[in-house]
């Protein structure tokens, strides 16, 4: 167990550093010492080519990564925490932190450049301003991963893992349970970072999956219509999808009945499978 989870020794070492932590990057480190170790463990880092966390900070959950793992690559935006990565990952010869913009960077190139191509897991506490973004990247790109362990506010937890077609689900949804079967593996208590956020966490896997439950002969427009459709909650699907993709109404109703639904259904009410057919006719 790494020394990071101390709080008064997490202070010690901002102090030092003269660092103040960015509420706006989401630096919400964590202190509770059972946490690393289970996310780790569960990530599967153990068992594949190696690892890529998103937003280490001072390098809490990489410490336990790097005790696993084969390699972690770390990407961090937060320049400023240099020289505290420097210190605390010092006796940590198979890391390496990447500084940039998660969202940003081609993960593709970079995974192939530290890699070799080879199937890894992703493990991070992402911070919250960018979580659906990040899952989406993650999901939408076709990157060579075998599963996605991450820290996120409990209830975007229940909304990732809700199916399409349920009151919860969201447009990330679509994406997870079309490449992934996911899971809540634990929850974590706000009092478990330093400082402590307004919410809870929870920490959820996503298995990826070999092949999607659904054929989509387009992928890209799966994803768009999914995002066209929750991008307005309180409209039919079909205005949101016909606005967002710019398709007339009437060929958009038209899919949602040869699809089996209802020409005035609204996007929770949607199944994958129904996505899938949707995406398919809209996409030819
Ligand atoms: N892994 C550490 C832990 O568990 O204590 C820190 C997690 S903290 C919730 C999120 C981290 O992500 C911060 O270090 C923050 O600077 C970094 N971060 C924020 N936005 C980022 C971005 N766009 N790309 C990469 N890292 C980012």
């Not at 809870?200 to 994803?223: G, N, Q, W, Y």
Request: proline fraction near 8%; hydrophobic fraction near 45%; aromatic fraction near 4%.
């Amino acid at each position: 167990m790494s020394h990071l989870s101390d709080p008064a020794a997490v202070r010690e070492l901002l102090a030092r550093h003269g660092l103040r932590l960015s509420k706006g990057l989401g630096q919400n480190f964590l202190i509770n010492p059972s946490v690393c170790p289970r996310m780790a463990a569960a990530s599967g880092a153990a068992d594949c080519a190696g690892v890529l966390e998103i937003g280490p900070g001072i390098g809490v959950l990489t410490w336990e990564l790097a005790q696993i793992a084969p390699k972690v690559i770390a990407i961090e935006l937060d320049r400023r925490l240099t020289p505290v990565l420097k210190e605390t990952l010092s006796g940590c010869g198979n890391v390496e932190v990447i500084w940039g913009d998660v969202l940003e960077l081609d993960l593709s190139r970079l995974i192939q450049e530290k890699f070799d191509g080879e199937q890894i897991c992703v493990c991070a506490n992402l911070p919250y301003y960018i979580t659906s973004p990040v899952i989406m990247t993650l999901l939408e790109s076709q990157l060579p991963l075998s599963t996605i362990t991450v820290m996120v506010q409990k209830e975007a937890a229940q909304r990732l893992c809700a199916p399409p077609g349920v009151r919860a689900c969201g447009a990330v949804s679509v994406g997870v349970h079309y490449r992934s079967r996911p899971k809540i593996l634990f929850q974590v208590s706000r009092g478990s970072f330093l400082p402590p956020p307004n919410v809870d966490s929870a920490v959820i896997r996503f298995d990826l999956l070999p092949t999607p439950p659904v054929a989509v002969s387009h992928e890209p427009t799966l994803f768009q219509i999914a995002r066209g459709a929750f991008s307005q909650r309180r409209k039919t699907a079909a205005n949101a999808i016909s606005a967002a993709l710019g398709i007339p109404k009437p060929q958009v109703e038209e899919a949602l009945l040869a699809a089996g639904s209802p020409a005035n259904a609204r996007a929770e009410q949607l199944t994958l499978e129904q996505f899938a057919v949707l995406a398919n006719i809209l996409s030819e």
